[in-house]
Structures are given as structure tokens and as C-alpha cells.
């Protein structure tokens, strides 16, 4: 989920920071630039983490301001495919359900991505999961109403869990000819040998180059960030995902029988 990344970019400091050092100066334009911002194909910073070389400054023609090649590492949230995280639901809708991470929002799990049988119960704006329908009767024959105690439920503020089923990655460029979208996807679906593979789409001049394992970051210069940003869809399709409480019981019998053991 966290990771380290190393980035080579060109900091720039301007006079009224000299007095505080170069050390102080960099890593603070550096946590100014940084966190929250999404890089393509790499993730979410979260914070830096050091710094590892530092150039000389350069001072340009015209501008006081001081610049440095500086190369770091920083904190980076990106999930791998198939991997179990936990959070907090914050709006469900006939098209699905989105969660929260609390620093990171844009998590949405798909209807179709929803253990089946289902329905969406739009007056209490809730997904519900018809387990009560998977007995060997058939439902023809269950003529009586489930108990809405016993409905397995989703609702806003639930806490869920949910796998990792898609990771997206989309950058826009701004140009005199227009915008131009480059897209990444990572899925479970196209795995080859049991990983995920890479997908680029619509491929455009200024995507961030990679060289000596660093991520050069000149796509940011003069101060223009890209827009990029970072979905990733989940999936609530495997058994002890969904809420905690639906596998409370499980849990606790798995749990008897290895102390048993």
C-alpha cells in the first residue's frame, strides 16, 4: 500500500527563504509541492522522506530566486491489485458505493463488483445483500419477508472491506492544441502469470521520463501542476469482505478451532 519512491526535480527558492538555510528551505517547498499530489503511474505522496543529493544553486537571469537539482524520496500510497484494504462508506447510489480512507477518497466499488444476489434499497439509500435468498428453497416457495434485522446491509459511515480490483491512472495535458488524456489501468483481469498488467492509452508528449530509477518531475515546471488522478475500483465479492459484522461469527469459530488444535 505505502511505499518509497525517488524523485529528481528542479526546486526552486526564492530570496526570503535564504535565511533559513538550504536544508530547511528544500524540504519545505518540498512539503509544499508534494503531498497530496498524484503522480502518474506511481501513486499518492503522502510526506517526504529524505533527501538524498542536493545541486548546486543556480540563479537565473532576471530572477532572484535560487534553483536546485535536488533528488529525493518521498511516501507514496498506491495499492497493489488484489490487495485487502478497510474503509469508511461515505455514499451509496444505484450505481454503487464510494469509500474513504479518510486522506484518500476516490475509491469506488461498481454494482457489478457487489456479492450477488443484491438490491439497492433506494429509500434508505443502502445495498443489500439477499443472503437470506441463497438457501437450498427455492425462492418461489419463500413467500415469507426476510427480517430486517437480519438483512446484510451497507450503508453511508459502515465500515467495509474491499479488494483491490482496479487501479486507474488518468493525466491531462493542457496545450494550444487542446487537451490531451493519458490513461493507465492496472486489473485483475488481465493478468498474465498471476500479475497484473499495464494498459497505456491515448499517449501524449510531457509524460513524466524515468531514468536511473528516479522520477524526473519537469512536467511541473513553472509552477503548472498536471492534473492527474488516481480511482481505484474495488470489489466486495470475495467471502470476509463487505462488513466486519456479516463475518463476526465465522471469525470467532476459526478462531475456537485453532486454539483447539
Known amino acids: 500500500?505505502?511505499?518509497?519512491?525517488?524523485?529528481?526535480?528542479?526546486?526552486r527558492v526564492p530570496p526570503s527563504q535564504f535565511a533559513?538555510?538550504?536544508?530547511?528551505s528544500l524540504t519545505d517547498a518540498i512539503s509544499r509541492k508534494f503531498p497530496g499530489r498524484t503522480i502518474m503511474d506511481v501513486g499518492m505522496v503522502i510526506s517526504l522522506f529524505d533527501v538524498l543529493t542536493v545541486g548546486s544553486a543556480l540563479i537565473h537571469a532576471g530572477d532572484g530566486s535560487a534553483h536546485f537539482e535536488i533528488v529525493f524520496r518521498v511516501v507514496v500510497f498506491k495499492p497493489f491489485v488484489g490487495e485487502i484494504i478497510e474503509g469508511?462508506?461515505?455514499?451509496?447510489?444505484?450505481?454503487?458505493?464510494?469509500?474513504?480512507?479518510?486522506?484518500?477518497?476516490?475509491?469506488?466499488?461498481?454494482?457489478?463488483?457487489?456479492?450477488?444476489?443484491n438490491h439497492y434499497d433506494s429509500k434508505k439509500r443502502r445495498w443489500v445483500w439477499d443472503d437470506h435468498k441463497n438457501g437450498d428453497e427455492e425462492e418461489e416457495e419463500?413467500?415469507?419477508?426476510?427480517d430486517e434485522d437480519d438483512e446484510l446491509e451497507i450503508k453511508k459511515g459502515d465500515v467495509v472491506r474491499f479488494?483491490?480490483?482496479?487501479?486507474k491512472f488518468k493525466d491531462n495535458s493542457y496545450s494550444v492544441k487542446g487537451v490531451h488524456s493519458n490513461e493507465t489501468t492496472m486489473d485483475s483481469k488481465s493478468a498474465t502469470n498471476g500479475?497484473?498488467?499495464?494498459?497505456?492509452?491515448?499517449?501524449?508528449?510531457?509524460?513524466?521520463s524515468f531514468a536511473e530509477g528516479a522520477i524526473h518531475s519537469s512536467s511541473t515546471a513553472g509552477g503548472k501542476r498536471p492534473n492527474c488522478e488516481m480511482t481505484i475500483l474495488g470489489s466486495i465479492k470475495q467471502d470476509g469482505l463487505g462488513s466486519p459484522e456479516w463475518w463476526a461469527g465465522e471469525e470467532e469459530e476459526e478462531d475456537e478451532d485453532a486454539m483447539e488444535e
Open 163 to 167: 479488494s483491490v480490483d482496479t487501479l
Open 195 to 208: 500479475l497484473p498488467v499495464r494498459k497505456r492509452t491515448e499517449s501524449f508528449e510531457g509524460t513524466p
Open 88 to 117: 469508511k462508506v461515505t455514499e451509496c447510489s444505484s450505481e454503487g458505493i464510494r469509500i474513504s480512507l479518510e486522506f484518500f477518497d476516490n475509491i469506488v466499488v461498481p454494482y457489478y463488483n457487489i456479492f450477488e444476489p
Open 1 to 11: 500500500m505505502f511505499y518509497l519512491a525517488t524523485i529528481a526535480d528542479t526546486i
Open 142 to 146: 419463500d413467500t415469507e419477508a426476510p
Open 20 to 24: 533559513h538555510g538550504d536544508a530547511k
